[in-house]
């Protein structure tokens, strides 16, 4: 039998001004009841919502997903992993909402959706009215609307900020060490662009996949409602499924590291090209290479070279990393 998800931790009565560093750095989620109650857009939450959101529609293009409802709300891949099991359409917001709209009250209707879309571009002055301050931290806002769809369990690299304006969400969240419980597919071809995890959380199928049950037992789960927010720490795997006829969510995006980083996903895929086929034993003497000069790097590891000489074993800025960038594509390309 499954294990239950373990609650998220729980904090009551912190408002916008209360998010400081100790909370945006948390290395474990959070749940934050009432954040963002005092939104318009929350207090538009029911059946004015849509009509909130129409008001700040112009010209804007998203792409949105679109489904047969026997798919039951899942965004996911076809039978055999070939394509996927919705399409793609590039179509103007307002007229995803009119049909939002126009299957309000329909018991099986077809999945709409659209994923992380920039505000700023989709509906202009939103962001003027509800809004956080989130200090320092370069953060992209983006918006998530549809109406009963289920998001497979995925990572992001950046922290995120996620809140709930109309609708409710079920949030299930794993953490990164239950990456081999959750067979996660294909990892350059994707519904979205991050891996998802295989199994269905609705319906998992222990034989095809019996390390999930351990997964569970790892879980933790929470159900937001309108103007509740969640704190998901980066790399954390996250299930993310509405629950209403109609939902809204806005996200924000940072990350805990320096512009001049690239995403650690580049080193994977140099990783898979260059590593994982190599002998055993070379494959271990990588792993060493790796453990001392990446994972394990401390002041120790290049103290033995003049700081002059250090080079890309020194301290990185954008100039080193632009050298650093260069390199690596000349190594590539030759």
Known sequence: MLASAEPIRELHGVTPSDLNDELLASADPLVLRGLVARWPAVQASGTSANAYLRRFCRDATVVAMLAPPDIGGRIFYNEDLSGFNFTSVHTRLDQVLHELERHRDNPHPPTIYVGSTTIATALPGYVEQNSLDLGQRDAL????????????AHYDLP??????TAGRRRFTLFPPAQLEN??????????????????DLHQPDLERFPRFSEAMRHARSAELEPGDAIFIPSMWWHHVEALDCFNVLVNYWWRQSPAYMDTPANALMLSLLSIRDLPPEQRRAWQEVFRHYVFEADEQTAAHIPASARRMLGPIDDNAARMMRAQLLNRINR
């Not at 806002?141 to 497979?152: D, E, M, T």
């Not at 922290?159 to 709930?164: G, T």
């Open 141 to 152: 806002a983006s918006i998530w609307i549809g109406n009963r769809v289920r998001v497979p």
């Open 182 to 199: 959750l067979y996660v597919g294909p990892l350059d071809f994707t519904p979205a662009g991050q891996p998802i995890s295989l199994v």
């Open 159 to 164: 922290d995120n900020l996620a809140c709930v």
